[in-house]
Nanobody, 115 residues
Framework: QVQLVESGGGLVQPGGSLRLSCAAS????????MGWYRRAPGKQRELVAGITRSGSTNYADSVKGRFTISRDNAENTVYLQMNSLKPEDTAVYYCNRVPPAGGYWGQGTQVTVSS
């Protein structure tokens, strides 16, 4: 049984930081590249950051230089360090494999950047 549980979201002022965590169970973590996705109001869900099994990373242009994705294989956890947050980063953030598996979407974690 594969389960992905996101946590760490919240309300933060512009310029602030948050660290999101994605706890994975099942075989997905060992097999697949993992990523963070987000869905902003009125927008499609988009890939924000991805990390391969070997540790290679890629980022959406909108977050490059501000966000860092990492993984802890021993803990089956993927992280997203979010710095210099902007109001346009407000969204529900999800983790999933890359490419995503439809049946694995969780509830996500809400990130709200506002003064």
């Amino acid at each position: 049984q594969v389960q992905l549980v996101e946590s760490g979201g919240g309300l933060v002022q512009p310029g602030g930081s948050l660290r999101l965590s994605c706890a994975a169970s099942g075989s997905i973590f060992s097999i697949a590249a993992m990523g963070w996705y987000r869905r902003a109001p009125g927008k499609q869900r988009e890939l924000v950051a991805g990390i391969t099994r070997s540790g290679s990373t890629n980022y959406a242009d909108s977050v490059k230089g501000r966000f860092t994705i990492s993984r802890d294989n021993a803990e089956n956890t993927v992280y997203l360090q979010m710095n210099s947050l902007k109001p346009e980063d407000t969204a529900v953030y999800y983790c999933n494999r890359v490419p995503p598996a439809g049946g694995y979407w969780g509830q996500g974690t809400q990130v709200t950047v506002s003064s």
